[in-house]
């Protein structure tokens, strides 16, 4: 299976299965932000 983000690939059959959603959570100093998460309670 191969995931694209475009209408057509050149040479390529393509089947739409339905949207995509996704969301990410960044963190530049995960061991931190949890320590000061904790600190808010």
């Not at 983000?5 to 995960?30: C, F, P, R, W």
Request: glycine fraction near 12%; charged fraction near 20%; avoid cysteine.
């Amino acid at each position: 299976m191969i995931l694209v983000n475009t209408d057509y690939i050149t040479g390529k059959e393509l089947e739409m299965l339905g949207i995509v959603k996704g969301s990410t959570i960044q963190a530049k100093h995960v061991g931190h932000d949890i320590l000061q998460g904790l600190k808010n309670l």
